[in-house]
T-cell receptor, first 115, second 115 residues
Framework: DADVTQTPRNRITKTGKRIMLECSQT?????MYWYRQDPGLGLRLIYY???????NKGEISDGYSVSRQAQAKFSLSLESAIPNQTALYFC??????????????FGPGTRLLVL | QKEVEQDPGPLSVPEGAIVSLNCTYS??????FMWYRQYSRKGPELLMY????GNKEDGRFTAQVDKSSKYISLFIRDSQPSDSATYLC???????????????FGQGTILTVHP
């Protein structure tokens, strides 16, 4: 079984719609992250959470919001989707103090297309 | 200017070649340096991790960090078609730094090893 799961894996939506991407993990990690990946731009951090009560903006948080429902669940919402939010979205987890510089473990990704 | 710069390639080499992948960075607070490998339609997975300057070898892979030049490299010896993937460098700061607990990624280099 996958340690970090993302749902849905693929999603097509229309401009203006609200959508939610979900991430669950069974690794027991306290830290969770949301990234988007665009061709030629690498991975860019949207939001991150170091524990259930801690939510922080990343470098590209505008147009997105998150919810940390439990240690194992971290959801990303697009309140009103726009075409330039078309991208591949990844959830990742890590554990503090593991001695390897916060190595992150990634889910399989959600491919989002906004028409 | 991006904090981490990586040549996106694409890079195409014959099987058995030595591959050199590189990243430069500008943030002197970075202490942890990683290479992630991402196969098509998959999430990134950690390939190599190095703390501070120096070399680390794991089978056919060698990671080098030169903090004085703010330059890191990944070498792949005897490259195989199964090495075909996108390679992403990533970095984070030590505890206490503003980037601690967050990874900053390069743009990724697309590598193809042909038989």
């Amino acid at each position: 079984d996958a340690d970090v799961t993302q749902t849905p894996r693929n999603r097509i939506t229309k401009t203006g719609k609200r959508i939610m991407l979900e991430c669950s993990q069974t690794k027991g990690h306290d830290r969770m992250y949301w990234y988007r990946q665009d061709p030629g731009l690498g991975l860019r951090l949207i939001y991150y959470s170091f524990d259930v009560k801690d939510i922080n903006k990343g470098e590209i948080s505008d147009g997105y919001s998150v919810s940390r429902q439990a240690q194992a669940k971290f959801s990303l919402s697009l309140e009103s989707a726009i075409p330039n939010q078309t991208a591949l979205y990844f959830c990742a987890t890590s554990v503090a103090g593991q001695g390897e510089g916060e190595t992150q473990y990634f889910g399989p990704g959600t491919r989002l297309l906004v028409l | 200017q991006k904090e981490v710069e990586q040549d996106p390639g694409p890079l195409s080499v014959p099987e058995g070649a030595i591959v050199s992948l590189n990243c430069t960075y500008s943030n002197s607070a970075f202490q942890y340096f990683m290479w992630y490998r991402q196969y098509s339609r998959k999430g990134p997975e950690l390939l190599m991790y190095t703390y501070s300057s120096g070399n680390k070898e794991d089978g056919r892979f060698t990671a080098q960090v030169d903090k004085s030049s703010k330059y890191i490299s990944l070498f792949i010896r005897d490259s195989q078609p199964s090495d075909s993937a996108t390679y992403l460098c990533a970095m984070s700061a030590a505890a206490g730094g503003t980037s601690y607990g967050k990874l900053t990624f390069g743009q990724g280099t697309i590598l193809t090893v042909h038989p």
